[in-house]
């Protein structure tokens, strides 16, 4: 079945550090969302992609959809203690599939 | 407006019980969806409703199930509870069954199988 795998499981940075997250699928994606859990948290939507080759910006934070829409990526610039939490990938394998996510990479921070 | 509402928040149940969840969506929210979230496995999706009918599911047994009202609420019941059934279980709502849809998540409910 499909499958989307995203690298690495962990990233411990030194604040300040940049960090990127790689999300992979075995098939084409119509879409890929983005989510973020808090340590105790809920995963909370962060942006969804559409287009192949998208690219789009939230501060330090820029998402990437690859040009065969099977792979996205996340790239924080500047890492702060806030931006601890695990970011997931997700997406559908058609417009009206259900939605599948990612294993997830989590990220902690040392001040 | 509210969001996705889970009950309760936190359960011990012990093996060989039953157990139901409930989630109230987002007023106007027809799909919910469930996920069971593991350390080890993380978020796996479990089955979706939309307006009272199952449009998909995950590979749970069927000890797994789940049901949708007219309202929208939604609860799922797992059966003859086993220990690995410990995690926390996840609903999420959107406007319409899509997978282009963000999907807005409740606080969870965690469940301990003891």
């Known amino acids: 079945g499909q499958q989307v795998m995203q690298i690495p499981q962990y990233q411990h940075v030194q604040e300040g550090e940049d960090f990127t997250t790689y999300c992979n699928s075995s098939?084409?994606?119509?879409?890929i969302q983005w989510y973020k859990q808090r340590p105790g948290g809920h995963p909370v939507f962060l942006i969804q992609l559409v287009k192949s080759g998208e690219v789009k910006k939230q501060k330090r934070l820029t998402f990437q959809f690859g040009e065969a829409k099977k792979n996205s990526s996340l790239h924080i610039t500047a890492t702060q203690t806030t931006d601890v939490g695990t970011y997931f990938c997700a997406g559908p394998l058609s417009s009206a599939s259900k939605i599948i996510f990612g294993s997830g990479t989590r990220l902690s921070i040392r001040p | 407006k509210a969001g996705v509402t889970q009950t309760p928040r936190y359960l011990i149940k012990t093996r060989g019980q039953q157990v139901t969840l409930s989630c109230s969506p987002i007023s106007g929210h027809r799909s919910v969806s469930w996920y069971q979230q593991t350390p080890g496995q993380g978020l796996q999706f479990l089955f979706e409703?939309?307006?009272?009918?199952?449009?998909n599911k995950g590979n749970f047994p069927g000890r797994f199930s789940g049901r949708q009202f007219s309202n929208s609420r939604s609860e799922m019941n797992v059966s003859t509870l086993e220990l690995g059934d410990s995690a926390l279980y996840l609903c999420a709502s959107s406007l319409v069954s899509r997978g282009d849809t963000e999907a807005f998540f409740g606080q969870g409910t965690r469940l301990t199988v003891v």
């Open positions: 409703y939309f307006s009272e009918t199952q449009r």
């Open positions: 098939t084409t994606l119509s879409n």
